[in-house]
């Protein structure tokens, strides 16, 4: 079959290429910006890529189109798709319908950590021997993919963002998973959910797909999960917490895991209030620890054992732009982030501050999704914002609030910055040695990361 993919270079449409390829399909596909890393992914797969959405890319016509949910009515290609009557369908409903079906589906969903928990999780499988398949919307660096075929359980990220233009169901109602991972629920995605209720009952409906026999891993400590819970639950639910935290509901979890160090790099994992074994890694941070634990409770509900699942993560080397150090250079660190939620940004520097102590912490902020840039997360900003020392925020016209609400609670430590060449700049003349630098963004920041690595580098090199 001739398939032609719509919105191909996002990392989940990238992944979904991947996979008809392996399966055998013809892969087009054609993007707004045809941009590196997937575009380079891809080419090297023999994926043929347009830029751009005119309507001579479909000719000659494609045998299915799957459109990307980034796109629209009033799209040149999509109205040619409908005038045309080519069929068509979401990357989700065909990755359910025509390549999960024959397979067991481990799912991971939450508003935040699906990303490192489906990473830790497929990493954790393979080490056991059952060579997963995975869609993930991130690159693991212990497979440098971001997806691919595997065998009988494939790994899944489990996404609430809406299906496509025709289709405003959450992605995940269409992977009917054997095994669901719910890390947490908080409200997000602004430009498709008006409030948090209705986002509930998006999870209610993934809950209501998952068979008797499946298994629901649900963190105990998430109050608007239990809510969901509550709703009606027809599976085993396997919870899971973080010991220090003294609440019933966290300590009436069967799985738990303990900090045994400040930072996060050495945890206890338990179950029944029995020690399962000590995970000693390089990831910090309490989310960290709970992804962790996530994974391992998901792994043994597909049959791993928790001895080899710890054994796996002491060797889980992360997740591309998850708190990844992309360079040091004269004791500097530099690191770029996927940051799309006020909590995700707490999370990240509390634990990046637990592990390196009084060190400098400067972060490089760009409010990039609908969510951030909307006004539903100002309030909440600062005080994510706190572990830093210095932050420089991007502005953009798009912002619907006033940056200097923020940066006025950070008592003199922010500053705002319209061009990214300002900001650059403005952090390579107040760095110093020790400090840590993080760029933090859920979109391409203007590859800011990349370009004050490049000129700090030039700054210390040795002449030859």
Not at 17 to 45: C, F, I, K, W
Not at 61 to 73: C, H, T
Not at 166 to 193: G, M, S, T
Not at 213 to 242: M, R, Y
Request: aromatic letters at 6%; charged letters at 20%.
């Amino acid at each position: 079959m001739k398939i032609h993919i719509l919105g191909i270079c996002g990392t989940f449409m990238g992944g979904l290429a991947a996979l008809a390829r392996d399966d055998g399909h013809e892969v087009t596909g054609s993007d707004e910006n045809v941009y590196p890393p997937m575009s380079t992914q891809l080419e090297a797969l023999g994926i043929e890529l347009t830029c751009g959405y005119d309507a001579d890319q479909l000719d000659p016509r494609p045998d299915l189109v799957i459109v990307g949910n980034a796109l629209s009515r009033g799209n040149p290609a999509v109205e040619t798709v409908l005038n045309e009557r080519i069929p068509y369908m979401s990357g989700p409903r065909w990755l359910g319908e025509n390549y999960l079906k024959n397979r067991r589906v481990l799912a991971i969903a939450g508003t935040h950590g699906k990303t490192t928990t489906s990473s830790m999780t497929a990493w954790i499988l393979e080490q056991a021997g059952l060579n997963p398949g995975f869609l993930i919307g991130g690159i693991p660096t212990n497979f440098n993919v971001s997806a691919r075929s595997g065998s009988e359980w494939f790994v899944v990220e489990a996404d609430e963002y809406d299906t496509a233009f025709f289709d405003k169901r959450a992605k995940f109602v269409h992977y009917r998973p054997d095994i669901a991972v719910l890390n947490n629920l908080e409200f997000d995605h602004a430009d498709i959910y008006p409030d948090l209720k209705s986002i509930q009952l998006q999870f209610n409906h993934l809950i209501r797909t998952v068979p008797g026999n499946g298994t629901l891993v649900c963190n105990a400590l998430d109050a608007e999960l239990k809510e969901v819970l509550d709703q009606g639950c027809w599976s085993h639910q396997a919870l899971f917490s973080l010991v220090e935290n003294q609440s019933a509901e966290g300590n009436r979890a069967e799985w738990q895991v303990r900090l045994l160090q400040p930072s996060g790099h050495e945890l206890e994992m338990l179950r029944g209030g029995q020690r399962l074994g000590v995970l000693q890694w390089p990831l910090s941070g309490r989310h960290n620890a709970m992804n962790a634990l996530a994974a391992v409770v998901a792994a043994e509900a597909a049959g791993v054992d928790p001895e080899i699942s710890i054994n796996a993560l002491a060797r889980f080397s992360g997740v591309k732009r998850r708190l990844e150090e992309i360079g040091e250079v004269n004791g500097v660190r530099i690191y770029d982030d996927f940051a799309h939620h006020p909590t995700a940004i707490r999370l990240t520097l509390e634990g990046l501050r637990r592990s390196v102590g009084n060190a400098r912490i400067l972060v490089a902020l760009e409010p990039a999704s609908n969510t951030m840039r909307g006004s539903h997360h100002v309030d909440s900003l600062p005080t994510a914002l706190m572990a830093a020392d210095h932050v420089w925020l991007k502005t953009s016209d798009a912002m619907d609030w006033n940056p200097h609400d923020v940066l006025g609670k950070l008592e003199g430590h922010g500053k705002a910055r319209a061009r990214v060449e300002m900001l650059v700049q403005d952090l390579l003349e107040g760095v110093r040695p020790g400090d840590h630098v993080v760029f933090m963004s859920n979109k391409g920041f203007g590859n800011a990361s990349r370009r004050f690595l490049d000129a700090f580098q030039a700054r210390h090199e040795v002449p030859g």
